[in-house]
């Protein structure tokens, strides 16, 4: 997994109030459970906005500049398959180069509480729920 779903949620409670946090990352889809997606590279853009907002975190945009409906997201090395790591080499190389690279999106985050202890009533956000 990528940087901001691989880190502790007490790493982003250092961010101040009005803090922005921009996370780009590959999109699965939403018909697969996260847990079956996390080894070929590729997150649940709903898995991501949950642990986001799990974090003091609220969405206030999201942008799709980065889309790519080419990207099926069932390769045979996960999204590495694809531009620009090419993980198996020349074997069908010419195929991997027309898809392009993987299917992303971009979200943008304000932090909105101070520290973690004062959002228990805050939007989408419960203590003992693991995601």
């Known amino acids: 997994m990528t940087f901001v779903f691989s880190m502790r949620l007490s790493g982003l409670a250092r961010m101040k109030p009005?803090?922005?946090l921009g996370v780009e990352?590959?999109?699965s889809k939403l018909a697969t459970p996260q847990e079956s997606v996390a080894k070929s590279g590729y997150v649940r853009q709903d898995y991501a906005i949950a642990v986001i907002e799990r974090a003091a975190f609220k969405l206030?945009?999201?942008?799709?500049?980065?889309?790519?409906?080419?990207?099926?997201?069932?390769?045979p090395k996960g999204v590495w398959t694809l531009r620009p790591t090419y993980a198996l080499g020349a074997t069908d190389r010419a195929k991997y180069q027309a898809i392009g690279e993987g299917d992303?999106?971009?979200?943008?985050s304000v932090r909105w509480a101070a520290d973690l202890?004062?959002?228990?009533?805050?939007?989408?956000?419960?203590?003992s729920k693991q995601l």
Request: glycine letters at 10%; hydrophobic letters at 30%; zero cysteines.
């Open 18 to 20: 009005g803090g922005i």
């Open 25 to 27: 990352d590959h999109r």
């Open 60 to 75: 206030v945009g999201t942008s799709a500049v980065a889309a790519n409906p080419k990207d099926t997201t069932n390769w």
């Open 104 to 108: 992303n999106f971009e979200l943008k």
């Open 117 to 127: 202890d004062s959002i228990e009533a805050g939007p989408r956000y419960n203590r």
